[in-house]
Protein backbone atom coordinates (compact mmCIF):
# COMPACT_ATOMS: atom_id res chain seq x y z
CA UNK A 1 0.00 0.00 0.00
CA UNK A 2 3.20 2.28 0.39
CA UNK A 3 4.80 3.09 -2.73
CA UNK A 4 8.24 3.93 -2.34
CA UNK A 5 7.89 6.83 -4.55
CA UNK A 6 5.72 9.16 -5.93
CA UNK A 7 5.18 12.84 -7.00
CA UNK A 8 3.41 14.26 -3.93
CA UNK A 9 3.41 13.15 -0.40
CA UNK A 10 0.49 14.63 1.53
CA UNK A 11 1.14 14.41 5.52
CA UNK A 12 -2.34 14.47 7.13
CA UNK A 13 -5.63 13.05 5.92
CA UNK A 14 -8.06 16.00 6.75
CA UNK A 15 -10.26 18.19 4.33
CA UNK A 16 -7.48 19.94 3.56
CA UNK A 17 -5.07 17.25 2.72
CA UNK A 18 -7.82 15.70 0.90
CA UNK A 19 -8.81 18.02 -1.18
CA UNK A 20 -4.86 18.86 -2.39
CA UNK A 21 -4.78 15.14 -2.97
CA UNK A 22 -8.37 15.05 -5.54
CA UNK A 23 -7.38 17.81 -7.08
CA UNK A 24 -3.50 16.69 -7.84
CA UNK A 25 -5.10 13.36 -8.64
CA UNK A 26 -8.08 14.81 -10.63
CA UNK A 27 -4.99 16.03 -13.01
CA UNK A 28 -2.79 12.61 -13.12
CA UNK A 29 -0.23 13.13 -10.48
CA UNK A 30 0.40 10.31 -8.55
CA UNK A 31 -0.27 11.20 -5.17
CA UNK A 32 -0.13 9.37 -2.00
CA UNK A 33 -1.74 10.38 1.46
CA UNK A 34 -0.10 9.42 4.99
CA UNK A 35 -2.08 9.98 8.24
CA UNK A 36 -1.49 8.70 11.83
CA UNK A 37 -5.17 7.76 12.70
CA UNK A 38 -5.86 3.83 12.07
CA UNK A 39 -9.49 5.03 10.49
CA UNK A 40 -10.79 8.95 10.02
CA UNK A 41 -12.24 10.29 12.64
CA UNK A 42 -15.86 9.90 13.15
CA UNK A 43 -16.68 13.52 15.44
CA UNK A 44 -17.90 16.70 13.65
CA UNK A 45 -15.61 19.44 14.53
CA UNK A 46 -16.26 21.68 11.48
CA UNK A 47 -19.59 21.68 10.32
CA UNK A 48 -20.28 24.22 7.84
CA UNK A 49 -19.21 24.39 3.87
CA UNK A 50 -19.29 27.80 2.73
CA UNK A 51 -20.90 28.41 -0.74
CA UNK A 52 -17.59 29.69 -2.24
CA UNK A 53 -16.13 26.36 -1.16
CA UNK A 54 -19.03 24.27 -3.16
CA UNK A 55 -17.88 26.60 -6.03
CA UNK A 56 -14.34 25.54 -5.64
CA UNK A 57 -15.31 21.30 -5.10
CA UNK A 58 -17.38 21.49 -7.90
CA UNK A 59 -15.02 20.72 -10.34
CA UNK A 60 -13.55 18.17 -8.59
CA UNK A 61 -16.56 16.45 -8.60
CA UNK A 62 -17.23 16.75 -5.07
CA UNK A 63 -20.23 19.86 -4.29
CA UNK A 64 -23.01 17.73 -5.93
CA UNK A 65 -22.26 14.60 -3.42
CA UNK A 66 -22.04 17.23 -0.58
CA UNK A 67 -24.79 19.00 -1.08
CA UNK A 68 -27.36 16.23 -1.38
CA UNK A 69 -26.07 14.69 2.05
CA UNK A 70 -26.40 18.27 4.17
CA UNK A 71 -28.52 20.70 5.43
CA UNK A 72 -29.06 23.56 3.57
CA UNK A 73 -29.37 26.50 5.62
CA UNK A 74 -30.70 29.84 3.53
CA UNK A 75 -30.46 31.72 6.85
CA UNK A 76 -28.41 32.99 9.29
CA UNK A 77 -29.70 35.86 12.47
CA UNK A 78 -27.73 37.24 15.44
CA UNK A 79 -30.58 37.38 18.17
CA UNK A 80 -30.75 39.12 21.43
CA UNK A 81 -32.48 35.92 23.33
CA UNK A 82 -36.17 36.30 20.98
CA UNK A 83 -35.51 39.62 19.39
CA UNK A 84 -34.01 39.03 16.07
CA UNK A 85 -31.36 41.84 15.32
CA UNK A 86 -29.63 40.68 12.11
CA UNK A 87 -30.85 38.68 9.93
CA UNK A 88 -28.53 37.46 6.99
CA UNK A 89 -30.65 35.52 3.93
CA UNK A 90 -28.55 34.16 1.62
CA UNK A 91 -30.77 33.25 -1.33
CA UNK A 92 -30.08 36.59 -3.43
CA UNK A 93 -26.09 35.31 -3.50
CA UNK A 94 -24.58 35.25 -7.07
CA UNK A 95 -24.30 30.87 -6.43
CA UNK A 96 -25.45 27.95 -7.26
CA UNK A 97 -25.20 27.79 -3.41
CA UNK A 98 -27.14 30.51 -1.84
CA UNK A 99 -27.12 28.90 1.16
CA UNK A 100 -24.62 27.59 3.97
CA UNK A 101 -24.50 23.85 3.61
CA UNK A 102 -24.24 22.15 7.45
CA UNK A 103 -22.73 19.12 7.08
CA UNK A 104 -20.49 16.87 9.89
CA UNK A 105 -16.82 16.73 9.06
CA UNK A 106 -17.04 13.05 9.02
CA UNK A 107 -18.87 13.08 6.00
CA UNK A 108 -17.58 15.52 4.08
CA UNK A 109 -13.99 13.80 4.80
CA UNK A 110 -16.13 10.70 3.35
CA UNK A 111 -17.12 11.82 0.15
CA UNK A 112 -13.30 13.34 -0.11
CA UNK A 113 -12.02 9.88 0.39
CA UNK A 114 -14.10 8.23 -1.69
CA UNK A 115 -13.40 10.65 -5.02
CA UNK A 116 -9.70 10.33 -4.34
CA UNK A 117 -10.15 6.48 -4.76
CA UNK A 118 -12.04 6.92 -7.89
CA UNK A 119 -8.93 8.82 -8.76
CA UNK A 120 -6.48 6.07 -8.42
CA UNK A 121 -5.46 7.65 -5.31
CA UNK A 122 -4.23 6.10 -1.83
CA UNK A 123 -4.57 6.90 1.79
CA UNK A 124 -1.75 4.80 3.95
CA UNK A 125 -2.90 4.11 7.64
CA UNK A 126 -1.71 4.17 10.38
CA UNK A 127 2.20 5.92 9.19
CA UNK A 128 3.39 9.13 11.61
CA UNK A 129 5.99 10.97 10.29
CA UNK A 130 9.07 10.99 11.96
CA UNK A 131 11.65 13.34 9.63
CA UNK A 132 12.05 14.46 6.53
CA UNK A 133 14.83 15.77 4.35
CA UNK A 134 15.01 17.24 0.91
CA UNK A 135 17.69 17.92 -2.05
CA UNK A 136 17.09 19.30 -5.36
CA UNK A 137 15.32 16.79 -6.81
CA UNK A 138 13.08 16.08 -4.07
CA UNK A 139 12.15 14.95 -0.48
CA UNK A 140 12.56 11.77 1.71
CA UNK A 141 10.18 11.18 4.28
CA UNK A 142 10.81 8.56 7.22
CA UNK A 143 7.94 6.81 8.77
CA UNK A 144 6.80 5.21 11.41
CA UNK A 145 7.90 2.14 11.83
CA UNK A 146 11.24 2.97 9.18
CA UNK A 147 9.04 3.11 6.41
CA UNK A 148 10.34 5.67 3.53
CA UNK A 149 8.33 7.37 0.62
CA UNK A 150 10.52 9.87 -1.94
CA UNK A 151 8.41 12.24 -3.40
CA UNK A 152 9.10 15.07 -5.58
CA UNK A 153 6.59 17.53 -3.19
CA UNK A 154 5.70 16.84 0.37
CA UNK A 155 2.84 18.83 1.98
CA UNK A 156 2.47 19.26 4.84
CA UNK A 157 -1.70 18.83 5.90
CA UNK A 158 -1.07 17.54 9.30
CA UNK A 159 -2.48 20.50 11.31
CA UNK A 160 -1.51 23.10 13.87
CA UNK A 161 0.96 21.06 15.57
CA UNK A 162 2.41 20.25 12.48
CA UNK A 163 5.62 17.50 12.43
CA UNK A 164 6.26 18.64 8.49
CA UNK A 165 6.33 22.58 9.40
CA UNK A 166 8.55 21.08 12.52
CA UNK A 167 11.00 18.93 10.39
CA UNK A 168 11.05 21.88 7.69
CA UNK A 169 12.60 24.69 10.01
CA UNK A 170 9.22 26.40 9.89
CA UNK A 171 8.51 29.32 12.87
CA UNK A 172 4.70 29.39 13.68
CA UNK A 173 4.75 32.95 15.31
CA UNK A 174 0.90 34.17 17.10
CA UNK A 175 -0.67 33.19 20.43
CA UNK A 176 -3.44 32.20 22.04
CA UNK A 177 -6.65 33.73 23.02
CA UNK A 178 -7.84 34.07 26.75
CA UNK A 179 -11.49 32.77 26.32
CA UNK A 180 -12.71 28.52 26.72
CA UNK A 181 -14.92 27.35 24.07
CA UNK A 182 -17.11 24.64 24.60
CA UNK A 183 -18.42 22.52 21.72
CA UNK A 184 -21.30 19.74 22.07
CA UNK A 185 -23.99 18.06 19.48
CA UNK A 186 -26.62 17.25 21.26
CA UNK A 187 -30.40 16.60 20.92
CA UNK A 188 -33.00 19.17 20.95
CA UNK A 189 -36.38 19.79 21.29
CA UNK A 190 -38.42 23.01 21.86
CA UNK A 191 -37.39 26.63 20.53
CA UNK A 192 -34.34 26.31 17.92
CA UNK A 193 -35.28 26.05 14.58
CA UNK A 194 -34.32 23.04 12.06
CA UNK A 195 -33.31 24.85 8.55
CA UNK A 196 -30.89 28.35 10.36
CA UNK A 197 -27.98 29.09 11.68
CA UNK A 198 -28.75 31.43 15.04
CA UNK A 199 -26.07 33.43 17.05
CA UNK A 200 -27.08 34.02 20.89
CA UNK A 201 -25.80 37.32 21.82
CA UNK A 202 -26.45 37.86 25.74
CA UNK A 203 -24.92 39.30 29.20
CA UNK A 204 -23.76 36.03 29.99
CA UNK A 205 -22.24 35.63 26.82
CA UNK A 206 -22.91 34.33 23.21
CA UNK A 207 -23.73 30.83 22.20
CA UNK A 208 -24.36 29.31 18.56
CA UNK A 209 -26.75 27.33 17.66
CA UNK A 210 -26.92 25.08 14.34
CA UNK A 211 -28.39 22.30 12.93
CA UNK A 212 -26.61 18.93 11.28
CA UNK A 213 -28.42 16.48 9.18
CA UNK A 214 -28.57 13.79 11.59
CA UNK A 215 -31.09 15.52 13.58
CA UNK A 216 -28.54 16.96 16.20
CA UNK A 217 -27.49 20.66 16.55
CA UNK A 218 -24.46 21.99 17.32
CA UNK A 219 -23.90 24.01 19.99
CA UNK A 220 -20.66 26.18 20.36
CA UNK A 221 -20.48 28.54 23.31
CA UNK A 222 -17.52 31.17 24.73
CA UNK A 223 -16.94 30.32 28.55
CA UNK A 224 -14.47 31.29 31.41
CA UNK A 225 -13.45 27.38 31.52
CA UNK A 226 -15.49 25.16 29.35
CA UNK A 227 -15.26 21.34 30.93
CA UNK A 228 -13.25 18.53 29.21
CA UNK A 229 -16.97 16.69 28.27
CA UNK A 230 -19.99 19.11 28.64
CA UNK A 231 -22.85 17.18 30.14
CA UNK A 232 -26.91 17.64 29.68
CA UNK A 233 -26.73 20.27 32.40
CA UNK A 234 -23.97 22.56 31.29
CA UNK A 235 -24.95 22.63 27.95
CA UNK A 236 -28.82 23.56 29.22
CA UNK A 237 -27.51 25.72 32.02
CA UNK A 238 -26.23 27.81 28.66
CA UNK A 239 -29.41 27.53 26.50
CA UNK A 240 -31.64 28.83 29.88
CA UNK A 241 -28.90 32.09 30.22
CA UNK A 242 -28.33 33.12 26.78
CA UNK A 243 -30.75 31.14 24.31
CA UNK A 244 -34.49 31.64 23.55
CA UNK A 245 -36.88 32.69 26.41
CA UNK A 246 -40.39 32.54 24.96
CA UNK A 247 -40.39 28.43 23.58
CA UNK A 248 -37.23 27.18 25.87
CA UNK A 249 -35.52 25.13 24.09
CA UNK A 250 -34.86 21.45 26.23
CA UNK A 251 -31.53 19.73 25.46
CA UNK A 252 -32.50 15.80 25.81
CA UNK A 253 -28.85 14.10 25.19
CA UNK A 254 -25.27 14.74 24.26
CA UNK A 255 -24.43 13.26 21.79
CA UNK A 256 -20.68 14.52 21.73
CA UNK A 257 -18.50 17.32 23.40
CA UNK A 258 -15.22 18.87 23.57
CA UNK A 259 -13.62 22.01 25.20
CA UNK A 260 -10.65 24.48 22.99
CA UNK A 261 -8.82 27.15 23.07
CA UNK A 262 -8.50 29.23 19.97
CA UNK A 263 -5.22 30.17 18.54
CA UNK A 264 -4.04 33.23 16.05
CA UNK A 265 -1.20 31.74 13.99
CA UNK A 266 0.89 32.33 10.81
CA UNK A 267 3.76 30.27 9.30
CA UNK A 268 6.57 32.45 8.61
CA UNK A 269 6.27 31.23 5.20
CA UNK A 270 3.90 28.12 3.73
CA UNK A 271 6.93 27.25 1.35
CA UNK A 272 10.58 25.75 2.20
CA UNK A 273 12.45 24.19 -0.99
CA UNK A 274 9.86 21.27 -2.00
CA UNK A 275 8.20 21.24 1.56
CA UNK A 276 4.93 22.91 1.28
CA UNK A 277 2.43 23.44 4.33
CA UNK A 278 -1.86 24.02 4.05
CA UNK A 279 -4.48 24.33 5.92
CA UNK A 280 -4.30 24.98 9.92
CA UNK A 281 -0.46 23.75 9.33
CA UNK A 282 -0.21 26.98 7.51
CA UNK A 283 -2.45 29.54 9.28
CA UNK A 284 -4.85 29.23 12.59
CA UNK A 285 -7.63 31.84 13.65
CA UNK A 286 -10.64 32.39 15.74
CA UNK A 287 -13.62 29.63 14.51
CA UNK A 288 -15.72 32.63 13.76
CA UNK A 289 -17.64 32.33 10.80
CA UNK A 290 -16.83 28.43 10.26
CA UNK A 291 -13.65 29.62 8.25
CA UNK A 292 -11.37 27.03 9.21
CA UNK A 293 -11.95 24.28 7.23
CA UNK A 294 -12.85 26.56 4.42
CA UNK A 295 -9.80 28.13 4.27
CA UNK A 296 -8.37 25.19 4.33
CA UNK A 297 -9.65 23.61 1.03
CA UNK A 298 -9.58 27.21 -1.04
CA UNK A 299 -6.17 27.67 -0.30
CA UNK A 300 -3.95 25.48 -2.33
CA UNK A 301 0.04 25.24 -1.55
CA UNK A 302 2.38 27.62 -3.27
CA UNK A 303 3.26 25.26 -5.87
CA UNK A 304 5.77 26.57 -8.01
CA UNK A 305 4.93 27.53 -12.00
CA UNK A 306 4.62 24.10 -13.75
CA UNK A 307 7.15 23.75 -16.20
CA UNK A 308 6.12 20.16 -17.19
CA UNK A 309 3.37 18.10 -15.44
CA UNK A 310 5.35 14.97 -14.09
CA UNK A 311 3.64 12.10 -15.69
CA UNK A 312 2.65 11.70 -19.36
CA UNK A 313 -1.01 11.98 -17.55
CA UNK A 314 -0.59 14.85 -15.87
CA UNK A 315 0.63 16.44 -19.55
CA UNK A 316 -3.10 15.96 -20.87
CA UNK A 317 -4.71 17.02 -18.23
CA UNK A 318 -2.75 20.37 -17.54
CA UNK A 319 -3.20 21.24 -20.88
CA UNK A 320 -6.47 20.26 -21.00
CA UNK A 321 -7.90 21.90 -17.75
CA UNK A 322 -5.88 25.27 -15.67
CA UNK A 323 -6.09 25.06 -11.69
CA UNK A 324 -9.61 26.17 -10.76
CA UNK A 325 -8.46 26.98 -6.93
CA UNK A 326 -7.62 30.53 -6.96
CA UNK A 327 -4.43 31.47 -5.51
CA UNK A 328 -3.71 32.16 -1.78
CA UNK A 329 -3.98 35.42 -0.53
CA UNK A 330 -2.14 34.67 2.74
CA UNK A 331 2.07 35.27 3.22
CA UNK A 332 4.30 32.64 1.74
CA UNK A 333 7.59 32.50 0.29
CA UNK A 334 8.05 32.98 -3.89
CA UNK A 335 8.16 30.19 -6.33
CA UNK A 336 10.81 30.06 -7.98
CA UNK A 337 8.78 31.40 -10.92
CA UNK A 338 7.19 33.69 -8.76
CA UNK A 339 3.17 32.26 -8.79
CA UNK A 340 1.73 29.27 -7.60
CA UNK A 341 0.62 26.73 -9.58
CA UNK A 342 1.36 23.04 -9.65
CA UNK A 343 3.93 20.39 -9.39
CA UNK A 344 6.71 20.43 -12.04
Not at 91 to 111: G, N
Not at 213 to 238: K, N, W, Y
Request: net charge neutral; proline share 8%.
Amino acid sequence: MLPETTDVLVVGAGPTGLTVAVSLAGRGFDVTVVDDQAAGDNTSRAAVVHARTLEVLEDLGISGRLTALGIHARRFTIRDRDRTLVPVDFDRLPTRYPYTLMISQAVTERVLLERLAELGGRVARPYRLESLTQDAEGVTAVLSGGSTVTARYLVGADGMHSTVREQAGIEFEGGQYAESFSLADVRLTGGVPDDEVVLYFSPAGLVVVAPLPDGTHRIVSTVDEAPRDPDVAFVQGLLDSRGPRRERAVVGEVVWGTRFRVHHRVAGTFRAGRVLLAGDAAHVHSPAGGQGMNIGIRTPPPWPKPSQPLSAAGRRIWTATPPTVAPSPCRSSPSPAGSPGWPT
